[in-house]
């Protein structure tokens, strides 16, 4: 056999063998991790504060929950898992951390699907969250509908009451996992919310004013035609001053507007008629709420 074939041969042999090696390597590190390193995997992300490496856990969370956590105010520290119990495809993990300035111990049950421990939704933790005003809170970048149970993984959050530019009032809640953690969110209204419910209210009286209807419903509008007129065909308006509105938690009043009405018809005589009826003392009242974005107004 000559020398480069000998050379080719060894050349192959040592493929063969480099290939082999790689391919035991890769078989040993697929094999799955225990319960016990999956427990203190999540552990160490939740540690980090860095929500891809929560969500490469493979616990199933919501994009609402990572977003709250990438803002969270404070995170587990000094985790440990202290004991494990595993049954074929489950597992249960006793751990401990320190958060919000006290120790806590929880229990994680994991379940192996596919070759991989993860941790199921005993990881998380749920909020039951009351405000008033409004109806919904923020967590960091994520807002939530404060009457549902909003489940977040485990962590000290600011709770806001929403919307944060109208409304003034919030309160520090700690998530543990597999807890249920109730809070109420006090809030007072913003001078900003006056100024975006005066603008809404503006706009109503104004589509109020040129609709051409006698009296519309929902502004405020009496005009005590009935004496002067059998039949009414036309009516202008024109404001001369709009009401200055003042919200409370739940409604509000709104007065000392000026309007000026031109009512043309057939009078009681039968004759055709205009008379012009002016008010100093024009007042709406009626109904806010607030959604997550906005509050809205409801005149009666």
């Given at each position: ?11 192959g ?10 391919t ?21 992300a ?20 990572l ?150 419903d ?10 002067d ?13 709009l ?22 018809g ?11 009826y ?23």
């Amino acid at each position: 056999m000559s020398l480069r074939a000998r050379l080719l041969i060894a050349g192959g042999a040592a493929i063969v063998i480099v290939i082999g090696a790689a391919t035991i390597w890769i078989g040993q590190s697929s094999a799955p991790v225990s319960a016990e390193d999956a427990a203190a995997a999540y552990l160490r992300a939740l540690e980090s504060g860095d929500s891809a490496a929560v969500e490469a856990t493979g616990i199933a969370v919501t994009p609402e929950a990572l977003a709250a956590f990438d803002e969270a105010d404070a995170l587990i520290d000094e985790a440990a898992v202290t004991a494990v119990e595993q049954a074929d495809a489950t597992a249960t993990a006793d751990v401990s951390f320190t958060l919000g300035g006290a120790t806590h111990d929880a229990e994680l049950s994991l379940a192996l699907t596919d070759g991989s421990w993860t941790v199921d939704s005993s990881g998380l933790g749920t909020v039951s969250a009351k405000t008033s005003p409004g109806t919904a809170i923020s967590l960091g970048a994520a807002t939530f509908t404060a009457s549902d149970d909003i489940v977040l993984l485990p962590a000290v959050y600011a709770a806001v009451a929403a919307p944060a530019d109208l409304l003034d009032g919030g309160a520090d809640v700690v998530v543990l996992p597999g807890a249920q953690t109730e809070i109420s969110v006090d809030a007072v209204l913003l001078p900003e919310a006056t100024t975006a419910a005066q603008q809404q209210l503006d706009e109503h009286l104004e589509e109020c004013t040129s609709s051409g209807e006698v009296v519309p419903d929902g502004c405020g509008i009496r005009i005590p035609w009935g004496t002067d007129f059998r039949d009414v065909s036309e009516v202008g308006y024109r404001i001369d001053a709009l009401p200055t509105i003042v919200l409370s938690e739940s409604g509000f009043t709104a007065a000392d507007g000026a309007l000026v009405a031109t009512v043309s018809g057939t009078g009681q005589d039968g004759t055709a008629r205009t008379l012009t009826y002016r008010t100093d003392d024009w007042s709406v009242r009626g109904d806010v709420t607030f959604s997550d974005r906005e509050l809205m107004l409801e005149t009666w």
